[in-house]
């Protein structure tokens, strides 16, 4: 997808902005929010993804966006968001732009519903992240051109609790992203898909 390597923030704006999201009722699950962080590198699309140190609770070792459990002090879910991508890697809260949400899914290991905001860094970039040593060894900026690219990802069907569901692998480098973050991901691409079809 040529056109991809330009900016796509105008587009991402148009079709999260028109999502309707999705939204499961937590029935007992603990809460969770991410933040799908885009912004331009050298007038190209990028997204902020985080790999997860050994030390943390859940997801050791995963390529996740930043976020994680609602606190009770959190006012709502994009707030843990906000909060959590704060902590994660040092971006100001007043710096993100939220652009809409998407879907509400359920990570199958660590059972949380998780919320996923969009937003756009309002700051200038390169931004100065400064991530928790503790909770996240790597911040990889991933063009979103390389994200759209069919052949850097992998699709498979497997049956899991009895049901058939579909699972997304995306490389980039060394790197695997997959699980919850996968199914996230491909929500905004199928949206941005769905754009350039229409």
């Not at 040529?2 to 309707?20: E, F």
């Not at 899914?105 to 998780?114: A, E, L, Q």
Request: glycine share 8%; aromatic share 8%.
């Amino acid at each position: 997808m040529s056109s991809a390597t330009a900016s796509c923030l105008d587009k991402i704006r148009r079709q999260v902005g028109l999502h309707q999201p999705r939204r499961i009722e937590p029935n007992g699950r603990a809460v969770a929010a991410v933040l799908v962080l885009c912004y331009d590198v050298d007038g190209e699309t990028h997204l902020l993804f985080t790999k997860r140190t050994e030390l943390v609770e859940h997801h050791k070792g995963e390529i996740c966006f930043p976020g994680g459990a609602r606190e009770a002090a959190d006012a709502d879910l994009y707030q843990t968001a906000l909060r959590e991508t704060f902590e994660e890697v040092g971006l100001r809260p007043e710096h993100v732009e939220l652009v809409g949400q998407l879907h509400d899914i359920v990570s199958r290991g660590s059972n949380f519903v998780i919320s996923p905001y969009v937003g756009i860094i309002s700051a200038p970039v390169p931004y100065a992240f400064d991530h928790a040593r503790h909770e996240v060894e790597e911040i990889l900026e991933v063009p979103l051109a390389h994200l759209l690219d069919s052949g850097n990802v992998r699709h498979e069907t497997r049956e899991l609790d009895g049901q058939m569901v579909e699972l997304y692998f995306y490389r980039f480098g060394r790197h695997t992203i997959w699980g919850a973050t996968a199914r996230i991901l491909n929500q905004l691409l199928g949206l941005l898909s769905e754009d350039a079809a229409g």
